[in-house]
Nanobody, 122 residues
């Protein structure tokens, strides 16, 4: 199993980034996929989740700014992040959970990527 994130980097406040996560080694279409993030000194938190049927979850802090999507034929999920602010600075992780629900707890996810750094700074 592999989850490979890409698209992180340094961006100025107000800017945008799109993260991608390419999955392999499991039945992608049967899994809920999520984006989590961990800022320095803080616990990892769920940012956004998308089930295989398209059910969505967004953390309150990112609602209206972030958009999650998935393309099952490409076995890839995306996180479009707009209006970024310094509080969005974190390592962003892609994760996969077997099932059809909208899962927001870390221990519900069995597969994790290595993470990609997002830094929002002027």
């Amino acid at each position: 199993v592999q989850l490979v994130e890409s698209g992180g980097g340094l961006v100025q406040p107000g800017g945008s980034l799109r993260l991608s996560c390419a999955a392999s080694g499991f039945t992608f279409g049967s899994y809920t996929m999520g984006w989590f993030r961990q800022a320095p000194g803080k616990e990892r938190e769920a940012v956004s989740v998308i089930s295989w049927s398209g059910l969505l979850y967004y953390a309150d802090s990112v609602k209206g700014r972030f958009t999650i999507s998935r393309t099952n034929t490409k076995r890839t999920i995306y996180l479009r992040m707009n209006s970024l602010n310094p509080e969005d600075t974190a390592v962003y992780y892609c994760a996969a959970a077997k099932g059809s629900g909208v899962y927001t707890r870390e221990n519900q996810y069995g597969y994790w990527g290595q993470g990609t750094q997002v830094t929002v700074s002027s």
